[in-house]
């Protein structure tokens, strides 16, 4: 608290997080995050101002929105969306969620558990109608299950990330992605192991599950996706669609390389929806984490009831996900999140399970991570979450989607 109030050129008596949030205006916690620390701890990093951090680290765009007590505090842009237009970064600037995907589609599959479709340990081979998951001597004891599919241990082996495809490509279906047809640029999925012997990351077994999700509902998992979640939860900026409609490209964050230059095409289209497949804001994710702490609390059940969206912050047994967000002790609190990471982009989303606060942060760059990494720390300093120890989330920088 006292080194905040130093870094606002605050004089007076130390007051409690909650108090302390109603006092100051957001423009000074921007201005607090936004320039050099005042104590840097032996971090370098802290000597530099976010306009040092983003060249330092060749990312063009940061879009930033901070949750307070159940609300989005603030929002802000910084930098270039397009190196190679100068289209500055505004709140409503689109990036790819890349793995961010994942917890927002496990949000439709828990919807369809709680309207009656299927249950989270049902055979995923009852609820598939278009294909069928080849489990073979893995799944003769234990089939593999939604729950599984949407934590990461379901025993299915990708390999693979999801390096996307350039604009104007033929796109393979959800079918020939995990068949590993000659339109994919990835190979099939494939059992590893039992279900439930280990936690490994999934991409093709989200894949898996979008397709069940839209087998279930009889309809386009793009479609169910904004009609389920994203418009209900108000994400007016969001979409599955791939690609990006023109209209909506016209706000849309280029993927830039480590040098922070352009890559050829200004971001690749990604057909594994559920895995890869969102375009969003950092102020419409704040909306969905909003939701479900609020949801959690019992009040909003805009999509899940109270005891439906505890899956989703509860460890499944087995390694640390629940059903879509990976859950983390951080200190004194426990935490939900998810990281991601498509060709140029680099984005994190964190929130408290039981208080109201939270981030998100999205860059246009592939050196994202180290610089999300300081920003998370100022905000959690600045607003000083319970992360009483390092006040760093697990630091994975997944490979593209996967």
């Given amino acids: 608290m006292i080194r905040f109030a130093i870094a606002l050129g605050l004089v007076g008596a130390i007051v409690s997080t909650p108090m302390f949030a109603q006092e100051h205006s957001p423009a000074e916690y921007m201005a607090a995050i936004e320039g050099a620390q005042t104590s840097v701890d032996d971090n370098s990093l802290g000597t530099k101002t976010i306009e040092e951090l983003m060249e330092q680290f060749g990312v063009p765009g940061v879009s930033i929105a901070v949750i307070w007590d159940f609300d989005v505090h603030w929002a802000k842009g910084y930098g270039v969306a ?42 995923i081979n009852d609820i598939l109608t278009s294909w069928q998951l080849e489990g073979g001597e893995f799944t003769r004891d234990q089939p593999v299950t939604p729950r599984m599919l949407t934590s990461h241990t379901s025993g299915l082996g990708d390999g693979f990330g999801f390096p996307g495809y350039v604009p104007g490509d033929s796109l393979p279906t959800a079918v020939q992605i995990l068949d590993g047809h000659e339109l994919s640029n990835v190979g099939p999925v494939f059992m590893e192991r039992e279900p439930w012997a280990a936690s490994e990351y999934s991409g093709g077994g989200v ?63 990604h057909p594994e929806l559920a895995a890869a497949g969102l375009w969003t804001t950092p102020t419409d994710l704040a ?116």
């Avoid at 289209?87 to 927002?104: M, Y």
């Avoid at 309809?219 to 007016?236: A, N, S, T, V, W």
């Avoid at 246009?364 to 992360?387: C, F, H, K, V």
Wanted: aromatic letters at 8%.
């Fill in 207 to 269: 894949t898996v599950m979008q397709l069940a999700l839209s087998d279930a509902r009889g309809r386009p998992f793009q479609d169910i996706m904004q009609d389920h979640i994203l418009e209900p939860l108000g994400m007016i900026h969001s979409t599955f669609e791939q690609p990006i409609s023109p209209e909506r490209d016209r706000n849309a964050a280029r993927a830039h390389n480590r040098a922070g230059e352009g890559m050829g095409a200004k971001w690749h289209v």
């Fill in 287 to 402: 909306r969905f984490a909003i939701e479900v702490q609020q949801s959690a609390r019992g009040e909003s059940n805009r999509v899940l009831s109270r005891t439906t969206v505890q899956e989703m912050l509860s460890p499944v047994g087995v390694g640390g996900f629940a059903v879509g967000f990976s859950l983390s002790k951080e200190g004194e609190g426990w935490y939900f999140s998810h990281g991601g990471g498509n060709l140029g982009f680099r984005c994190h989303l964190m929130a408290h399970k039981v208080k109201g606060y939270g981030l998100v942060i999205m860059t246009n760059g592939e050196l994202g991570w180290p610089l999300m990494s300081e920003l998370m720390r100022r905000i959690q300093r600045a607003y000083e979450w319970d992360t009483l120890t390092e006040p760093v989330p697990r630091s994975y920088d997944p490979p593209l989607s996967n």
């Fill in 82 to 123: 397009d190196v190679e237009t100068g289209a500055l970064v505004d709140t409503a600037t689109v990036f790819q969620a890349a793995s961010i995907s994942k917890p927002v589609a496990a949000m439709a599959v828990l919807e369809a558990v709680q309207d009656g479709l299927f249950t989270l340990d049902d055979d």
